[in-house]
């Protein structure tokens, strides 16, 4: 019996309102695998139900302590052993877990995103290629007010103040720092299609090879589009 191929875990980093969902979904378009499955790190905040809403609100959620990676960490390991996993699903809204849950298969290609996969040592060591999405303050901002506002229910002034006491100042601490791990450096969002064809490439490449990258590298060989900064496109 041959053993299945090793599943490709790429993790897909950048500040808040960067274009990773754009990013992903391009990836999953231009792989055209019938298996890939995505995965969002902001699905594992952590469960504050038992807490008053007004308490939940106060919450530092773009701190690393408010997510609970080692689930996810866990979950990651079980998809590259061949098991399913059941991710939770989050009411942002209300700032707690739903009793339900997201059932969630092994794939060849496993993508994996959000503000900071590459910050935590654990996640990063897990991916195989890493990219990071990188895209102006200002643009980061707008589409930030718009997601929470329509699809999140906010208002105009808590999302104002969220992100001037704790998206930012953990952006700059936490998100920003962690763009020297990334393999692949995505300037301006999803719509870059340079960079995300170089990407889709080399992951095909690595799917019909079947290769085995190191986990613990800093780079995995992706050629880097706007690393350094002074390359950009």
């Known amino acids: 019996m041959v053993d299945a191929p090793r599943p490709i875990f790429i ?12 990013v992903v979904r391009r990836i ?3 792989l055209a695998v019938p298996r890939v499955a995505v995965i969002h790190h902001d ?6 139900g038992d807490l008053p809403l007004e308490d939940r609100a106060k919450i ?3 701190h690393p302590d408010s997510l609970d990676t080692e689930l996810l960490v866990r979950h990651l390991e079980m998809l590259r052993a061949g098991e399913p996993v059941s991710v939770p699903v989050y009411d942002f809204s209300r700032h707690e877990r739903l009793p339900r849950t997201r ?4 794939a060849s ?19 195989d290629i890493k990219v990071f999405v990188d895209t102006d303050s200002d643009v980061r ?8 506002i329509e699809e999140r229910g906010r208002a105009v002034e808590s999302v104002l103040r969220q992100y001037a006491l704790t998206v930012r100042p953990m952006h700059l601490e936490f998100v920003e720092p962690s763009k020297r791990w990334s393999d692949l450096i995505v300037p301006g969002g999803g719509y870059n299609d340079v960079a995300v064809d170089m990407l889709v490439t080399k992951a095909r490449a690595i799917l019909g090879a079947d290769e085995t990258i190191s986990d613990t590298a800093p ?3 992706l050629p880097e589009v706007g690393a350094p900064r002074s390359a950009e496109l």
């Open 28 to 30: 999953v378009e231009g």
């Open 219 to 221: 780079h995995s060989g």
């Open 103 to 106: 059932t969630v298969r092994p």
């Open 43 to 48: 699905a594992y905040y952590r469960d504050l």
């Open 11 to 22: 993790g897909v980093a950048g500040g808040t309102g960067s274009g990773k969902s754009t």
């Open 109 to 127: 290609v496993l993508i994996v995103d959000g503000i900071l996969i590459l910050a935590v040592p654990e996640l990063r060591a897990l991916m």
């Open 141 to 148: 901002l707008m589409r930030r007010l718009r997601r929470d």
């Open 60 to 62: 530092n959620y773009d």
